[in-house]
C-alpha cells in the first residue's frame, strides 16, 4: 500500500457532536459575532460543517517536497522505556522549519497572498511556528515580519538567524515598537500571548499587513489533518492498531493534526476512537489544572474571547525551554472535545520530557524538540505503567512534532544536572483565572481549576 500526500483536509467539526461556543466581543462581553481580518476560506475552514476541504494545487506541490512525513514503529524506544505495547513515531521535523507548523504555514500564506496582502506578522514562541511562517511567505513573496518570545531567542538565537536568511524581520519580545510591548512591566517576558498581542498591534497598525497565527485557530488545526490522514494511511499499510494517539499540546496544532482525524474516522464508521491524549507543560497545565471559560488569546486585550481551558491570560507563567507550549490556554476545538470527554490530558515536566528526548536520541537515533519531548514521556507511560489513569492496551501513536538541533542548550542542562523545574503556583494560578467568565452550559467544577473531565 503506497500512502499518498493527501489532497484535502478533513475537519472534524461534523463529527463533534456538539457545537462550538461562539466567540465574544472583548469590548461588551456579548455573544455577537466578531469580525476576523481573515480570508474568507480561512473563516469558512472555521465555521463550516463540511468534511473535506480541497487543498490548493500550490500548497499541494509544497507539501511534496517533504511529504508523506515517515512513521515507524520505535522498538528500540521501546526497549528502553519496558513498553508492554509498540509504540509508533510519526516524524514532523524533516522540513525547513523543523516542525509540523509548516503545514498551515504555507496555506496561511496562500490564502492571505491571494486575498491580496503583502505582509504577514506573528508572534512565535520556540521559533518553530516563526521559522515555517517566514519560509512560506518567501515561497509565496510575501514580507514577513515575527515578534518572538524573548528568553527563547536568546537560548537559541539561530533560530532567528534562519528566519532573518529566510527574509523576516524579527524582533525580540516584548519591544518598544508596540504600546503591549511598551507596557510590559517585565514579569510576562516568557509569555507567548504577549508576543502574540505585539504582532496583533503591529499588524493593524500597517496597510497591507495581516496577522497570522499557526497554532490555535480552527482552520489551522484543520491544515494539520494531513498529519493523522497520512498516519492512518501508514499504520495501515502496517497492519498496525493502536488505541491511543498522543501529541504536545501548547495551543492544540500538532495533537490535533495528529489525533482529531482518528475522531473523525471513528465517528464517521460508528468505530470506537481511540484516547487521544494530550500532553500539556507542568509550568502551563491548562487542560489539566485549568477552567473552561473565556478568555483573551493575546495580550491586546482587543481580540475576540474565545472559550478555551485556560489558566489565565495574566498568569506569569514560569520560565521552561518547554517554549512552543507556553500558551495559557488550549484552542477552543480541542477544549470543546476535551469538555466533551472526547480529549483526555497529562502534564509532563520539562526534566521528564528532556529524559523522553534523551532516550529517543540514543535508542531511534532522532532527537526530538522538547516541546516533543512531553507527547514521548506521555507516550511513554501509557505503554508501560499508565499516565493518570490512562492506559494503552493495543498500540501508541505519538507524534514527534520537531526536530531539536536547536534545543541542544536545554539538552546539555538536562545533562549537567542544572535544569530546575518550576512548579506553578497555586494562588497566583487561581488568581489568574477568578476574573474569568464560564462558557454557558458548562459544570460547576469547570471554574474550580480541576482537571480531567468525569
Not at 521552561?320 to 469538555?339: N, T
Request: hydrophobic share 40%.
Amino acid at each position: 500500500m503506497s500512502v499518498e500526500v493527501p489532497t484535502q483536509w478533513r475537519s472534524v467539526l461534523p463529527h463533534l457532536g456538539h457545537e462550538l461556543p461562539p466567540d465574544r466581543s472583548p469590548e461588551t462581553g456579548s455573544g455577537e459575532a466578531v469580525q476576523a481580518n481573515l480570508p474568507l476560506e480561512l473563516v469558512r475552514q472555521s465555521i463550516s460543517a463540511r468534511e473535506y476541504w480541497p487543498i490548493p494545487e500550490p500548497v499541494v506541490e509544497a507539501y511534496r517536497k517533504f511529504r508523506p512525513t515517515p512513521l515507524w514503529r520505535a522498538t528500540g524506544f521501546e526497549r528502553a522505556i519496558g513498553a508492554r505495547v509498540p509504540v509508533y513515531l510519526k516524524y514532523e521535523g524533516g522540513n525547513i522549519s523543523g516542525s509540523h507548523k509548516l503545514n498551515t504555514a504555507l496555506a496561511q500564506a496562500h490564502y492571505y497572498a491571494r486575498a491580496g496582502v503583502k505582509e504577514l506578522v506573528t508572534g512565535t514562541g520556540a521559533g518553530q511556528w516563526g521559522t515555517a511562517l517566514a519560509a512560506a511567505c518567501a515561497l509565496f513573496g510575501l514580507r514577513c515580519t515575527v515578534f518572538m518570545v524573548g528568553s527563547s531567542l536568546r537560548r537559541k538565537p539561530y533560530r532567528g538567524v534562519l528566519m532573518t536568511m529566510l527574509g523576516a524581520e524579527v524582533h525580540s519580545s516584548p519591544t518598544d515598537l508596540t504600546r503591549v510591548g511598551r507596557d510590559d512591566d517585565g514579569n510576562r517576558g516568557n509569555s507567548l500571548s504577549l508576543a502574540i498581542g505585539e504582532a496583533v498591534e503591529y499588524a493593524r497598525a500597517k496597510d497591507g499587513a495581516a496577522f497570522s497565527i499557526g497554532s490555535g485557530e480552527t482552520y489551522s488545526i484543520l491544515h494539520q489533518s494531513v498529519i493523522g490522514m497520512e498516519a492512518q494511511q501508514q499504520l495501515a499499510a502496517l497492519e498496525a492498531d493502536v488505541d491511543a494517539v498522543v501529541g504536545a499540546v501548547g495551543a492544540g496544532s500538532n495533537f490535533g493534526g495528529i489525533a482529531l482525524p482518528f475522531h473523525a474516522e471513528a465517528a464517521a464508521t460508528g468505530a470506537r476512537a481511540p484516547l487521544l491524549v494530550a500532553a500539556e507543560s507542568s509550568t502551563t497545565p491548562k487542560l489539566t489544572r485549568g477552567v473552561y471559560a473565556y478568555d483573551r488569546t493575546d495580550a491586546t486585550g482587543t481580540s475576540p474571547l474565545e472559550a478555551m481551558y485556560t489558566i489565565g491570560s495574566d498568569y506569569v507563567i514560569p520560565d521552561s525551554h518547554s517554549a512552543g507550549l507556553r500558551f495559557h490556554a488550549a484552542a477552543k476545538v480541542v477544549s470543546a472535545m476535551r469538555h466533551a470527554g472526547q480529549v483526555e490530558a497529562t502534564a509532563v515536566s520539562q526534566a521528564e520530557a528532556l529524559e523522553a528526548g534523551r532516550l529517543l536520541t540514543v535508542h531511534e537515533a532522532t532527537l526530538p524538540a522538547p516541546e516533543s519531548g512531553h507527547a514521548l514521556a506521555a507516550a511513554a507511560k501509557l505503554a508501560t505503567t499508565g499516565a493518570d489513569d490512562l492506559r494503552a492496551e493495543r498500540g501508541v501513536l505519538v507524534c514527534v512534532s520537531g526536530h531539536g538541533y536547536l534545543d541542544l542548550g536545554a539538552y546539555q542542562q538536562f545533562l549537567d544536572g542544572e535544569l530546575d523545574d518550576v512548579a506553578p503556583d497555586g494562588g497566583a494560578l487561581s488568581a489568574a483565572m477568578s476574573g474569568l467568565k464560564s462558557v454557558p452550559g458548562a459544570r460547576a467544577g469547570d471554574l474550580v481549576g480541576v482537571g480531567r473531565p468525569s
